[in-house]
């Protein structure tokens, strides 16, 4: 079984910055890719960052030069570091990884998702 877990969304004023935290945890054998996508009310699910094993990123357009995306090999957790947000940045959150389990399967896994409410 595993499990991604996010922590650090909530309320900040436009201006402001987050730090968001996804942690995989379970049966792992390698994380490869990892990444954050938002999803706004009404809206579809769209890429915010993504990070390979090898630390090679790209980034939507709309937050490039604002955002940032880390990982920690060592504790199979992915950041995204949010700063200079807007009102548009307002979203729920998912993390997600692209996992090989230590059974041998591999399977694209997401988290349950942390709010971020930027306020004008």
């Known amino acids: 079984q595993v499990r991604l877990v996010e922590s650090g969304g909530g309320l900040v004023q436009a201006g402001g910055s987050l730090r968001l935290s996804c942690a995989a945890s379970?049966?792992?054998?390698?994380?490869?890719?990892m990444g954050w996508y938002r999803q706004a009310p009404g809206k579809e699910r769209d890429l915010v960052a993504r990070i390979t094993s090898g630390d090679s990123t790209n980034y939507a357009d709309s937050v490039k030069g604002r955002f940032t995306i880390s990982r920690d090999n060592a504790k199979n957790t992915v950041y995204l570091q949010m700063n200079s947000l807007k009102f548009e940045d307002t979203a729920v959150y998912y993390c997600n990884a692209d996992i090989r389990t230590s059974w041998g399967f591999q399977n694209v896994y997401w988290g349950q998702g942390t709010q971020v409410t930027v306020s004008s």
């Open positions: 379970g049966s792992i054998f390698r994380v490869n890719t």
